[in-house]
C-alpha cells in the first residue's frame, strides 16, 4: 500500500511537471499560428530602432516579438524571458521555474524575397545556460509551418487547419549529403575553407538559403550533414547567438542522434557572459563533426 502511494507521488509530480511544459509548448503554438499571419499579412516596413546587435529591427520582427511576450506572460511556470529583440531580460513571474530565450524571427530580412524564416525557443530550468537547458523548439515559416519540439525526444509537428498534428520523431543518421557553410568566405580561415572544400570532394551537396532555422532543418530532416559557422577575420566570435540560437540548436542536434561542437569543445558545455553573447557553431551528423574537430584540434 505504501509502495503504491508512493508511485501514485511520483506520477502525480510527473504530470506536474508535464503540465508545465505542456502550458509552454500550447503557448508556442499559439504564438506560432499568429506570426504566421503576421507575416502573411503584414506589410514589411522598417522602424527606426536598432536591435542589440546593431542590426535595423523590421517592424515584423517587433510584432513577433510582442506575440511571443504576449503568449508567454499568460504562462505561470516562465519566470523570465529574453530576447533576440530585447536589450535586456525580463521577469514575467518570480514564482516560476522557467527561462526562456527566443529569437522570435530569424533570418527575417528573408522575408522579403520569401524565403523560409522560422522562430527559435531555448526553455532553461532556474537560470539561463547551457547546462540549464530542458527543452529546445523551433518553428519554420515556409510553404508549410512546422515545428520541433526536443526534451528527452526529437519531435516533428505540422500546421493542419489550425493545429499542430505530430508528424514523426527525427533522427539523425550517422553521416549525411548536405553541407551549409556560413559566413564570408573571405574571412574564412585557410584551413576551414580545406575543411568545407574537403566535404564538396567527396560529393557533398551545397544548401545554404541563409537562413538558420530552415537550413538546419533541412539536414535534420534528409538524414544529415554538416551546417558551420565559424569564426572568422570579421567576426572572431562568429555570428550565432549562444543563448537564441546555438544552444537551442545543439540541443535538438543531441537530443537527435548528431552533435554540435564550437570546433573543439560540446556547445552545451560552453557558459555565456551576455544575454546576446555569440560563438562559433558547427551542427552535424557524427561523421562529419568527427573531422571537423581532426582539422580543429590541429589548426585552432
Ligand atoms: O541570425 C542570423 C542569420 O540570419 C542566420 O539565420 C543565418 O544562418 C545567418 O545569419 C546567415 O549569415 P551569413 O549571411 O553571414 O551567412
Given at each position: 500500500?505504501?509502495?503504491?502511494?508512493?508511485?501514485?507521488?511520483?506520477?502525480?509530480?510527473?504530470?506536474?511537471?508535464?503540465?508545465?511544459?505542456?502550458?509552454?509548448?500550447?503557448?508556442?503554438?499559439k504564438?506560432?499560428?499568429?506570426?504566421?499571419?503576421?507575416?502573411?499579412?503584414?506589410?514589411?516596413?522598417?522602424?527606426?530602432?536598432?536591435?542589440?546587435?546593431?542590426?535595423?529591427?523590421?517592424e515584423?520582427?517587433?510584432?513577433?516579438?510582442?506575440?511571443?511576450?504576449?503568449?508567454?506572460?499568460?504562462?505561470?511556470?516562465?519566470?523570465?524571458?529574453?530576447?533576440?529583440?530585447?536589450?535586456?531580460?525580463?521577469?514575467?513571474?518570480?514564482?516560476?521555474?522557467?527561462?526562456?530565450?527566443?529569437?522570435?524571427?530569424?533570418?527575417?530580412?528573408?522575408?522579403?524575397?520569401?524565403?523560409?524564416?522560422?522562430s527559435?525557443?531555448?526553455?532553461?530550468?532556474?537560470?539561463?545556460?547551457?547546462?540549464?537547458?530542458?527543452?529546445?523548439?523551433?518553428?519554420?515559416y515556409?510553404?508549410?509551418?512546422?515545428?520541433?519540439?526536443?526534451?528527452?525526444?526529437?519531435?516533428?509537428?505540422?500546421?493542419?487547419?489550425?493545429?499542430?498534428?505530430?508528424?514523426?520523431?527525427?533522427?539523425?543518421?550517422?553521416?549525411g549529403?548536405?553541407?551549409?557553410p556560413?559566413?564570408?568566405?573571405?574571412?574564412?580561415?585557410?584551413?576551414?575553407?580545406?575543411?568545407?572544400?574537403?566535404?564538396?570532394?567527396?560529393?557533398?551537396?551545397?544548401?545554404?538559403?541563409?537562413?538558420?532555422?530552415?537550413?538546419?532543418?533541412?539536414?535534420?530532416l534528409?538524414?544529415?550533414?554538416?551546417?558551420?559557422?565559424?569564426a572568422?577575420s570579421d567576426?572572431?566570435?562568429?555570428k550565432?547567438?549562444?543563448?537564441?540560437?546555438?544552444?537551442?540548436?545543439?540541443?535538438?542536434?543531441?537530443?537527435?542522434?548528431?552533435?554540435?561542437?564550437?570546433?573543439?569543445?560540446?556547445?552545451?558545455?560552453?557558459?555565456?557572459?551576455h544575454?546576446?553573447?555569440?560563438?562559433?557553431?558547427?551542427?552535424?551528423?557524427?561523421?562529419?563533426i568527427?573531422?571537423?574537430?581532426?582539422?580543429?584540434?590541429?589548426?585552432?
Amino acid at each position: 500500500m505504501t509502495l503504491y502511494r508512493g508511485y501514485l507521488k511520483m506520477q502525480k509530480k510527473f504530470n506536474k511537471k508535464d503540465n508545465k511544459m505542456r502550458d509552454i509548448f500550447d503557448a508556442i503554438q499559439k504564438s506560432a499560428k499568429r506570426i504566421r499571419k503576421a507575416i502573411d499579412i503584414k506589410d514589411i516596413g522598417y522602424s527606426q530602432q536598432e536591435n542589440s546587435s546593431g542590426e535595423t529591427q523590421l517592424e515584423l520582427d517587433i510584432k513577433c516579438d510582442m506575440i511571443i511576450e504576449e503568449e508567454f506572460s499568460k504562462v505561470s511556470s516562465i519566470n523570465t524571458i529574453a530576447s533576440e529583440e530585447k536589450e535586456h531580460e525580463e521577469v514575467l513571474h518570480v514564482e516560476g521555474k522557467y527561462y526562456i530565450a527566443y529569437d522570435p524571427l530569424d533570418g527575417s530580412s528573408l522575408v522579403d524575397v520569401n524565403l523560409s524564416v522560422g522562430s527559435i525557443f531555448g526553455i532553461y530550468e532556474g537560470a539561463f545556460g547551457a547546462e540549464k537547458m530542458v527543452a529546445a523548439c523551433y518553428v519554420v515559416y515556409g510553404p508549410r509551418t512546422e515545428m520541433v519540439f526536443s526534451e528527452n525526444k526529437t519531435k516533428l509537428y505540422l500546421l493542419q487547419a489550425d493545429e499542430f498534428e505530430f508528424v514523426k520523431e527525427i533522427q539523425l543518421t550517422e553521416k549525411g549529403k548536405l553541407n551549409a557553410p556560413g559566413g564570408t568566405q573571405q574571412n574564412w580561415e585557410p584551413y576551414h575553407k580545406e575543411l568545407v572544400d574537403s566535404f564538396f570532394a567527396e560529393g557533398y551537396r551545397l544548401r545554404y538559403s541563409g537562413g538558420m532555422v530552415p537550413d538546419l532543418h533541412q539536414i535534420l530532416l534528409k538524414g544529415g550533414g554538416l551546417f558551420s559557422y565559424p569564426a572568422t577575420s570579421d567576426k572572431p566570435a562568429g555570428k550565432l547567438r549562444r543563448l537564441f540560437e546555438v544552444f537551442p540548436f545543439a540541443f535538438v542536434y543531441k537530443t537527435s542522434g548528431g552533435e554540435a561542437i564550437n570546433g573543439t569543445s560540446d556547445l552545451l558545455t560552453l557558459g555565456f557572459a551576455h544575454i546576446h553573447d555569440t560563438s562559433p557553431c558547427f551542427f552535424g551528423s557524427k561523421y562529419e563533426i568527427n573531422r571537423v574537430k581532426e582539422v580543429y584540434a590541429k589548426n585552432a
